[in-house]
């Protein structure tokens, strides 16, 4: 048997790496999701399916994935004779992600973010533990104005963002890129992605409505303070 017990599992055999050394695994769950869309498909079903990937931290990686993702999408449409369109994509929360986006572009058609993991790594914080053992404090002496788990951290974590999207947007025109977790549910985590151009937050379904709310407020605050500028009011002037 193989002995899959780790010292660290939160740095180790986790995510992509798991595709890599078990390829078996990402073979039936790629086959799965192509299943799952014909069937769909059939019953005159518009599923959405996209095939992300999480912990990648190299293009490699993400090639050595696709190879499977295009293999299994050949046999599959081989079988049934029509081929699904189902995007192929990453998570971006490894930093070494981040920082090397334009790379992992020419592949993935679309980002999202882990922000959870990403703020982990950016920090060298371990979630859990931070939470129940230092941050509190860190919050009550000021060295943090909030945990960077419950709203972003817009100077560090926030930059690496902006980062990964621009250089990920400049190697594929119209990359969607997004956020996956509990970030996805704050309002001041929401108003960031959206000025930071981002496409869309995920929530927990119980955080959906203060998530719709904030993405509306920070739609609005944009809209407003463009109404307010001077370019705009001249425009209107000359208009009228």
């Known amino acids: ?105 020419k592949t993935a058609e679309f980002f999202s973010f882990g922000t959870n993991d990403l703020t982990q790594a950016t920090f060298s914080f371990s979630r859990e533990d931070a939470e129940s053992k230092f941050l509190p404090e860190y919050i009550e002496k000021g060295l943090v104005s909030t945990s960077p788990f419950q709203s972003i951290d817009e100077a560090g974590v926030g930059e690496l963002m902006k980062a990964s999207a621009r250089d990920g947007r400049a190697e594929r025109d119209g990359l969607e890129v997004g956020i996956c977790g509990e970030h996805g549910g704050d309002p001041s985590s929401i108003v960031f992605c959206h000025n930071a151009g981002l496409d869309y937050v995920s929530a927990s379904p119980h955080r959906i409505p203060i998530a719709l709310v904030a993405a509306a407020q920070a739609a609005l605050a944009e809209d407003a303070a463009a109404k307010g500028s001077p370019a705009r009011k001249k425009r209107g002037a000359a208009q009228r």
């Open 1 to 105: 048997a193989v002995d899959l017990s780790e010292v660290n599992p939160m740095m180790g055999h986790r995510g992509v790496r798991v595709g890599v050394t078990f390829p078996e695994i990402y073979e039936m769950q790629i086959r799965a999701v192509f299943e799952a869309a014909i069937s769909l498909s059939r019953k005159k079903v518009n599923a959405v399916a996209q095939i992300m990937v999480p912990q990648v931290g190299s293009a490699a990686e993400l090639l050595h994935v696709r190879a499977i993702y295009d293999r299994v999408s050949d046999e599959v449409a081989a079988k049934h004779k029509v081929r699904p369109r189902i995007s192929f994509g990453t998570m971006i929360e490894v930093v070494r992600a981040a920082l090397t986006s334009g790379e992992l572009a």
